[in-house]
């Protein structure tokens, strides 16, 4: 997750900073309210941390600056004013949610587990295990453009291992189909081509034993696995190529408790 935390106070900086760092999450911090709706029309983020009490803009001002672009980026307000009444007019301000100072790393680890999670593309996808696939999309992070070049270079490699593979059983190189195989299996499982994965995983055994004619025999599920999977990989292409995808956070790893003051 890549978040934008806007906070004035020195020590609060260098807490939260460390509590994000912690989770495994990237974060950029700015010092006033200002400061934060310029950055957040510069990059994408998943999250803004906004501190209520900053000089030169305070934070509700900021949030609604941010939402006047039409920003939808997920807004959590930071401040050591805890009453109802806050609450109501920082969502007024178009916050998402509410943190009160003090709080500690599971504080906001629990904050930002509320942040929404959009699910990864489905529909007519047949041969991708959404869990996996989830997964993956949340290490990448929010960048269509980069998954566009990567799910290409996947079907091109995923092409020529084919080919490598058709051209060494003609010519009898079994250990020509392993290094094939042993490429796929491993790009296959990282989008959750578990299907696929598998198979080549038996292919890649049978040309490990020199068992040509057990590949020869599997090559019919081969191509109709590997042609299901590109059909999902294309249609990932496509989805990308319209929609900004907001990626799902990986579940941050336990940590010892920090807190951050108030202020």
């Known amino acids: 997750m890549h978040i934008l935390l806007a906070e004035d106070n ?3 900086q260098q807490v939260v900073q460390r509590m994000i760092s912690r989770m495994d999450h990237t974060v950029l911090m700015v010092d006033n309210g200002r400061k934060a709706v310029e950055e957040s029309g510069r990059n994408d983020y998943d999250v803004i941390l906004m501190d209520m009490m ?6 509700m001002q900021a949030a609604r600056a941010i939402r006047a672009t039409g920003n939808t980026v997920h807004m959590i307000a930071l401040t050591a004013n805890a009453t109802s009444r806050d609450r109501s007019r ?3 301000a178009g916050m998402d949610d509410f943190l009160t100072k003090p709080f500690s790393i599971d504080d906001l680890r629990a904050t930002l587990d509320r942040v929404p999670r959009a699910e990864p593309p489905s ?3 047949i041969a991708l295990d959404s869990s996996t696939l989830r ?22 490699d995923a092409q020529s291992c084919r080919s490598e593979t058709h051209a060494a059983l003609a010519s009898g190189h079994a250990d020509s189909v392993r290094r094939a195989m042993h490429t796929l299996k491993a790009n296959g499982a990282i989008f959750g081509a578990q299907a696929l994965s598998r198979l080549c995983g038996r292919l890649e055994k049978f040309a490990e034993d020199d068992n040509l004619e057990a590949i020869s025999g599997e090559m019919p599920a ?20 319209d929609n900004d995808s907001r990626c799902v956070p990986t579940r941050p790893h336990a940590g010892h408790a920090q807190h951050v003051a108030p202020g």
């Not at 997964?135 to 091109?156: K, M, W």
């Not at 590997?226 to 990308?240: C, F, G, K, P």
């Open 222 to 241: 081969f191509e109709e696995t590997l042609d299901a999977v590109s059909h999902d990989i294309r249609q990932l292409i496509s989805r990308h190529s």
């Open 123 to 125: 529909g007519d996808l």
């Open 90 to 92: 920082c969502m007024d």
């Open 54 to 59: 900053m000089p030169d803009m305070d934070g």
């Open 10 to 12: 020195p020590i609060n």
């Open 135 to 156: 997964v993956f999309l949340s290490s990448i992070g929010d960048d269509p453009a980069f998954l566009q070049e990567l799910f290409q270079d996947f079907l091109t």
